[in-house]
């Protein structure tokens, strides 16, 4: 039988330096969505996917990540007295078992693969999934539990994609497709970042990944890779060259990339519009500046 997802690994270690100063003091998995953080979404997506045990590889200067998961015996007393109790409701859902978070340190950064291979000891011995926060994936049913039943299927390990235009593909893991099977594609290589012209498709791994735990023994094995870092990809790629199975998932949603300015801007604007306490309001400036910046070409 094969073992529930239960653990999830978040890496957080990222220095965040695309949004400097900012990042200077604040984790860039604090920085919001409206008003909710990069991390609670990727903690809620988790959730919906059945894991219980949230496993955070940080780095120096990411305390405020560890207060945001605790809870605010002050701050929810005064929403009590207040009788504000929405505002009470949203700060209760913030909060976490005790024990169901784990911090680990990742002391240098020496790339995504290495953050991963930290949390080993936690992950043990059953499969687990990676959420990488920047990648902020708006879906009717959220990317990771999509994954998760279409594993139940397949077993192996499962990493999410979607098709990128050609000149974007140098920024991803690419995959190497062997074929496709509705949703389902089976991989039989991967690459870290591929040179321009040189990718084996345009389907690009997006932050969701189900792996199995012997890809530890692979972590600990890998060379240094692209940009001079220890790849998750690289390691993901040995596991197809030991006979193991990999499959990429299709997933049914719209990938934002936070992790860009751009990308979190759109992000920004496309949640706030789904809001319904904000759509009116700022639906209606978005139209009037769209029609100034008209005006003045
Ligand atoms: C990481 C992974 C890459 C993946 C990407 C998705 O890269 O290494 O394989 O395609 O996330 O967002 P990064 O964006 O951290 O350079």
């Known amino acids: 039988m094969k073992r529930k997802v239960t653990k999830a690994i978040f890496p957080v270690a990222g220095l965040g330096t695309r949004f400097l100063p900012a990042t200077k003091s604040v984790p860039k998995e604090i920085m919001t969505l409206v008003d909710r953080p990069l991390i609670q979404y990727a903690i809620d997506e988790a959730r919906a996917a059945g894991i219980k045990e949230f496993i955070f590889v940080t780095s120096r200067g990411k305390s405020a990540l560890e207060d945001y998961f605790d809870q605010a015996p002050d701050l929810e007393n005064s929403?009590?007295?207040?009788?504000?109790?929405?505002?009470?409701?949203?700060?209760?859902?913030?909060s976490m078992d005790s024990g169901a978070i784990a911090y680990i340190r990742q002391h240098r950064p020496l790339g995504l693969g290495h953050a991963v291979w930290c949390a080993r000891r936690l992950v043990g011995n059953e499969p687990f999934a990676v959420i990488l926060p920047d990648d902020v994936i708006a879906a009717e049913k959220p990317c990771l539990q999509?994954?998760?039943?279409?594993?139940?299927?397949?077993?192996?390990?499962?990493?999410?994609?979607?098709?990128?235009?050609?000149?974007?593909?140098?920024?991803?893991?690419?995959?190497?497709?062997?074929?496709?099977?509705?949703?389902?594609?089976?991989?039989?290589?991967?690459?870290?970042?591929?040179?321009?012209?040189?990718?084996?498709?345009?389907?690009?791994?997006?932050?969701?990944?189900?792996?199995?735990?012997?890809?530890?023994?692979?972590?600990?094995?890998?060379?240094?890779?692209a940009g001079g870092e220890l790849q998750l990809t690289d390691a993901i790629a040995r596991e197809m060259d030991e006979g193991r199975d990999v499959f990429g998932y299709r997933f049914d949603g719209k990938r934002y990339d936070c992790g860009s300015k751009a990308g979190y801007l759109q992000a920004m604007v496309a949640f706030a519009l789904e809001r319904e306490d904000l759509r009116d309001e700022f639906g209606a400036y978005l139209t009037e500046i769209m029609a100034l910046r008209t005006t003045a070409r």
């Open 146 to 225: 999509q994954m998760v039943e279409a594993y139940e299927e397949t077993g192996g390990s499962m990493v999410a994609t979607m098709e990128v235009s050609p000149e974007k593909t140098s920024s991803y893991g690419v995959l190497d497709v062997a074929s496709q099977t509705g949703d389902v594609v089976t991989v039989k290589g991967m690459v870290e970042k591929p040179a321009a012209g040189t990718a084996p498709s345009n389907l690009a791994v997006i932050g969701r990944y189900i792996l199995s735990p012997k890809i530890m023994q692979n972590l600990n094995r890998i060379e240094k890779g």
């Open 79 to 94: 929403l009590r007295k207040a009788g504000k109790d929405e505002l009470l409701k949203t700060l209760k859902e913030t």
